[in-house]
Every structure is written in C-alpha cells, then in structure tokens.
C-alpha cells in the first residue's frame, strides 16, 4: 500500500516537478504590422541620429498592450510612434540639407 | 610643316598658362583659418548681445549676465559644493592602480592638462576629450573604466579642471578630418531636433539672457569652460555630456551615449568657439 502510495504521488508531481524545473522560455515575439512599421521607421530615424525622446517607449508599450490582448490600444501607440518617427525622420533630412540656415544673424 | 610647329608651340604656351594659373589639386586648405572666422562670428555676437559682458566672464556662463544671481553664486563659490569631490578626485588620481602605475602616470605636468582637451587625434581620426583619456588611461592599465557621466569620472575631471584653473583655451583646427568633425559639432550645435524641433543655438544664442520660467538662458559662449559641474538639480558633480544629454532629452531627443562621437564633436566645436577664454571649471550651476 504504501509502494502505490508513494508511486501515485511521484506520477501526480512529475509533470509540475518538470514545469518548475524547466528552463524559463523566452517570450513569444509580441507584434503587428503598425508595430513592424513603426519599429522600421525608427531605426530609419536612428539611422540619421535624430530619433525623438520616446518613440521607443510608445513601441515598447504597443508591444505589451498587444500582449495583454488589447489591439486596439496597441495600434493607437503603434500609430503613434509611427507618426514620430516619420515626423523625426523628416526633420532630420530637412536639418542634414538646411542647417546652415539655423545659423542666427545679428 | 611651319603650321604643325605652330600648333604645337600654342598647345605648349596654353598647357603652361593653365598650369600656371590653375591651384594644384593638393592646394592646401587653410582650415584654421576658415575657423577663426567662425570664431570672430561667434564671439562676435554674444559681444554685441551683451555689451556690458567683457569676453572673459562669458565663462561664468549664466552669472557673466545678470548680477543678482551672480551675488549668489559667488557665495556658493566660498564653500564650493564641489570641494569634497575635488579631494576624491585627487585621491583617486593619484590611487596605484593593480599594476601598480596610476592615472598620473597616464598625464603630464602633475595632471594640470585641461588646457590640452578636447583635441583631435590626427592618426586615430576622432576627438579625443579628457574624460575619454581618463577613461582610456584605466582600460590601458587593466581597470574598468568609470561610468561617463557622474561619479568617479566627473570626480577626476573635477580635480583635474582645478589645477589647470587659468590655462587657455585653444584648441586647433588643423586637418581636412578635423575639419570635418568641427563641422559635424557644428551641425549638432545648429540643427533643430525633438519633439520640440529646438536646437542648443535656439536657446543658448538667439534666447540666451532671456528667461524661461524662473531661470536666465545661459549663452553659449563659455558653456565648455567650466565643467565638471555641480549642478543643485542633480545634487552632485556632472560631465559636460551629462549635461548635453539632459538638454537633448528636455528637447524630446533621443540623447546620445557619453562620450559618442556626436557628443565629443559638439564639445569640440564648442570649445573651438571659447578660444580665446580660460579655462576655470569646476564649478557649480543651478
């Protein structure tokens, strides 16, 4: 009785015993198509040194409201960042052309 | 026959005039030059902004404008916030590092060598500033190199500024790449950026002097003199490239490291636009 016992309760803990055991896995990749673009856009804003303060966070935040299921939140700041890093890219090829014209006169 | 020696002779004269009065493709540039012009320009219109300011207290920053804050900030100066972090500073200079040299082995002239940085290396191609060969100092001699914005690096630096206090700047402009990252500092210096597409000469030239809320704009003449800082916002000692980040992060800017190579050109040519001044850091700022 007891063997049964014992051998019972090892089959009832070796799948929980293997869950805790096992080797964390990495979290799935959380994204959209408004997120990929605004992520591209970005790094084309950073490629030029003239991404804004928080288009990163607005990502990072888009990613992890689509991880709690809430898509349409995600796309706002999706949406969002985009317009940033669009609108930081634009100003950084105006500036790379026209800076010179910044230069005050007196 | 008397035609073809004809031709000849006038191809000959035309090769030799054009020779003669065309510059050779390798004509030297005189780019120190082109610099002290921008200088003049510079220096020129902070003087014309502020005609009682002689160019010398330009490098009091904000205090060089407006007296009531200037009676304030030379009484903080009497017990300077910066003093206990000078003395580290010095302990930590003069600290043997495992192999048994330390950071003074690394500078000439006791460590007083502010004056010589920031200056550009002409093998390396770059800039280099003195929290960079601080920090290049230590990795050379096995140790980790400080963080760059505040702590141990600013302590150094801050001992270092004190005893080079008086010395010149002077920084030169000699080669077509150093050349190229002045006009790269310059550019950062001038360009609009951020969410509040504003740039340091936005502020620091054509709005220094004025207020914004309850404080005077420092102007940009002078902003290199005096660094480390210790600023009463943070409540301790700061590099210079503390400072431009916590500017480019105010704009809605995605800063740059410490020591980038867009943070080091800046330095560059905003020190090249303080020739003339001395060097009289650290000191404390708001």
């Known amino acids: 009785m007891k063997k049964v016992l014992s051998l019972l309760s090892l089959l009832l803990l070796t799948p929980s015993a293997s ?31 003239y991404e804004w303060r928080d288009t990163g966070a607005l ?27 669009r609108a930081a890219t634009a100003q950084g090829q105006y500036m790379a052309k026209n800076w010179k014209m910044m230069i005050p006169k007196n | 026959m008397k035609k073809t020696i004809q031709r000849g002779l006038f191809t000959g004269a035309l090769v030799l005039l054009t020779a003669m009065t065309s510059k050779p493709a390798h004509a030297a540039v005189n780019y120190q030059a082109l610099v002290d012009a921008d200088v003049k320009k510079f220096q020129g219109y902070f003087l014309k902004e502020f005609p009682g300011v002689k160019l010398e207290d330009f490098g009091d920053g904000v205090y060089a404008l407006d007296e009531d804050s200037r009676k304030q900030w030379k009484e903080m100066e009497e ?12 302990a930590l200079f003069n600290k043997p590092f495992a192999n048994g040299k330390s950071l003074g082995s690394c500078f000439s002239n006791g460590g007083a060598v ?6 550009f290396d002409e093998k390396r191609k770059e800039v280099i500033t003195l929290e960079m060969a601080i920090n290049e100092c230590r990795v050379a001699n096995g140790e980790k190199p400080y963080a760059p914005k505040k702590g141990d690096i600013a302590r150094v630096s801050a001992y270092i500024a004190s005893i080079s206090r008086g010395q010149k700047i002077d920084v030169k402009v000699k080669s077509k790449a150093a050349y190229d990252a002045y006009m790269k500092g310059k550019e950062m210096f001038y360009a609009k950026r951020g969410q509040l597409n504003m740039s340091c000469s936005g502020c620091h030239m054509e709005y220094s002097g004025r207020h914004l809320r309850a404080e005077i704009i ?42 980038s190579k867009e943070y080091r050109d800046l330095e560059f040519f905003q020190t090249v636009m303080s020739n003339g001044l001395k060097f009289n850091g650290p000191a404390s700022r708001k």
Request: charged share 20%.
């Open chain 1, 19 to 49: 869950l805790l055991l096992a080797e964390p896995t990495a979290a799935p990749a959380v994204s959209s198509p408004l997120i990929d673009q605004a992520e591209a856009a970005r790094k084309e804003a950073d490629a030029l040194g």
């Open chain 1, 59 to 85: 990502i990072q935040s888009a990613k992890d409201a689509l991880q709690k299921g809430q898509q349409a939140e995600s796309d706002k700041l999706a949406s969002q960042a985009l317009f940033q890093a």
């Open chain 2, 79 to 90: 017990f300077p916030p910066y003093e206990l972090d000078v003395e580290a500073g010095k």
């Open chain 2, 114 to 119: 502010r004056g010589m940085y920031p200056y």
């Open chain 2, 218 to 259: 420092s102007p940009a003449l002078g902003h290199t003199t005096h660094f480390p800082v210790f600023r009463s916002k943070w409540g301790e000692i700061g590099t210079l490239h503390r400072r431009y980040a916590g500017c480019n992060e105010n704009i809605g800017a995605k800063p740059f490291p410490a020591q």
